[in-house]
């Protein structure tokens, strides 16, 4: 009992002011680490939301966005979290109905306002553009396209969210913004790494965008557009085709094969045993074609497939115009277009009709890509039918595919060298490829002209760092009470 009570007289440890400094030592520890943290740590992740609603020729999606609220003017942050289809055609088929366009618009803004959490949809805002499809109906009709505007509108306003309006955009804000939303989510804008080309194949119009070293404007200003983001600045090249979409292309090249208003035609991009009846007051019905409608025709024509690529090639080829250039070189119709350079992103269209034909893999080789195509294209009717059953589109994927490889190489020059620089891609990093993100990203003044200034630590670092020095500081300060340090005693054990 005695030996007990020397032992623990010896030992320092145990005595009140050891043990006061080392309970208010791991304290003050405690207390700095956890003022280091809730001091520095990022605010709590609230997130802002933003929706657009891409009112495309064919059809309207909706984009929901998110991103920390805190990280407004940081890259790569902006996600799409959810995407919807609206059930129907796009808002320009409602020319003749209106109000059934603004009614077409509410499943999907049903759904929105359930997803957006309800104390920020009043912050949140909302864009509506649209594209070729309204573009198209804006030339036809101009009165007709503002009622459509009009009743999406009103539409549109009866949700909690904050409207930002309803517009047309031009053809270069379509290029432009596509190629924003790709090298944003690639992070490759504020790494200021070389940048990818866009482009986008609509069911209207479609879109080139890409930097060229070679290209300053001055050649051709409206195919030129400039940013500066995040301390770097870009010249793009970008030009949009009206009436190049897949589905006003596909009407020009029957328009091509129609001009004398036959009965009916053998059309190399169908397949053999495809059979159909069309109405020429239909098929005419577009600012791309009008002026093509034979006079004098019966009103519907036996439209009949042919199977053959090359001969498709050759009717496709003859809705491109090569024969006057005004500048050192075109793409086609007399636009101006410098050298092809770098990787390029194929989305939209591009993605859809190449995934449904196994040829997204660009190391394929383009002659190899040709022949699968000559394939697909001589493959009977009645076999695909069978394969697949009637899925929308299936008729018209030996058009799509041979017009893809026809725009890109006689269009816009790729070659079997420059083809394996495009990837189709869908989305990137979870966000669809399309020109919304990069349209809200501008409008919400969401990417810095400049670059940003970043703290010079993450802060995970920072507190990793602040942990690491209050640990040493205390171990430092016991070993400065070594004074007080019992001494080594060799004391056999007390049981
Ligand atoms: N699964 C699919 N297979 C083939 N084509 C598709 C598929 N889904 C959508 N598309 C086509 O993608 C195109 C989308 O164009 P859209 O954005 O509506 O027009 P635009 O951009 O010219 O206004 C349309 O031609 C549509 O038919
Ligand atoms: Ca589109």
């Not at 490889?405 to 070659?415: A, D, S």
Request: aromatic share 12%.
């Amino acid at each position: 009992m005695s030996a007990q009570r020397e032992m623990k007289e010896k030992n320092h440890w145990h005595k009140p002011v050891t043990i006061i400094i080392t309970v208010i030592g791991v304290m003050a520890i405690v207390a700095l680490v956890t003022v280091a943290v809730l001091q520095n740590r990022p605010l709590s992740q609230k997130y802002k939301y933003g929706i657009v609603m891409d009112a495309g020729s064919s059809h309207t999606a909706l984009y929901i966005y998110a991103w920390p609220a805190e990280k407004d003017n940081n890259t790569g942050r902006v996600e799409q979290t959810h995407s919807c289809k609206v059930k129907g055609p796009g808002i320009s088929s409602y020319a003749s109905n209106p109000s059934k366009a603004g009614e077409s618009l509410r499943v999907c803004m049903q759904e929105a306002k359930q997803l957006v959490p309800a104390n920020h949809h009043s912050e949140t805002p909302l864009y509506l553009g649209a594209t070729a499809g309204m573009r198209l109906l804006n030339l036809e009709d101009s009165s007709a396209s503002d009622r459509v505007f009009h009743a999406v509108e009103g539409a549109l306003q009866k949700f909690p969210f904050s409207f930002q309006g309803a517009r047309i955009l031009s053809g270069q804000e379509e290029g432009a913004f596509g190629w924003v939303t790709v090298n944003y989510l690639d992070d490759r804008l504020k790494q200021g790494l070389e940048t990818k080309g866009a482009l986008d194949l609509g069911g209207a119009s479609t879109q080139i965008s890409f930097v060229s070293d070679t290209f300053d404007g001055s050649e051709s200003p409206d195919n030129n557009v400039n940013f500066r983001l995040y301390g770097n600045d870009y010249n793009l090249y970008t030009h949009s085709f009206l009436c190049y979409g897949k589905d006003q292309a596909l009407r020009m090249t029957l328009a091509q094969q129609t001009l004398s208003g036959p009965g009916s035609i053998l059309d190399p991009c169908f397949h053999r045993g495809y059979t159909d009846t069309k109405n020429y007051s239909v098929l005419y019905d577009s600012p791309c074609v009008s002026k093509m409608k034979p006079q004098n025709a019966t009103p519907t024509f036996t439209h009949k497939g042919g199977g053959d690529f090359l001969q498709c090639q050759d009717v496709i080829k003859r809705i491109f115009n090569f024969t006057h250039c005004k500048y050192n070189q075109c793409s086609f119709n007399g636009i101006f277009q410098p050298f092809l350079q770098g990787q390029y992103g194929a989305f939209s269209a591009y993605y859809f009709v190449m995934d449904f034909l196994n040829l997204t893999d660009t190391s394929i080789p383009l002659e190899d890509v040709k022949e699968k195509l000559k394939r697909y294209c001589a493959t009977p009717w009645s076999e695909l039918t069978q394969q697949h059953g009637n899925i929308k589109y299936l008729a018209e994927y030996c058009f799509s595919g041979t017009y893809i490889v026809t725009l890109l190489t006689e269009g816009y020059n790729f070659t079997s060298q420059t083809y394996p620089t495009i990837k189709y891609i869908k989305k990137i990093k979870g966000s669809d490829a399309g020109w919304t993100l990069g349209y809200m990203l501008n409008l919400t003044n969401m990417i810095p002209a400049e670059a940003p200034d970043t703290p010079p630590l993450p802060h995970a670092g920072y507190v990793s760092i602040v942990t690491i020095m209050a640990i040493l500081l205390f171990v430092l300060f016991i070993v400065s009470l070594r004074p007080l340090w019992p001494r080594c005693s060799k004391q056999p054990h007390i049981i």
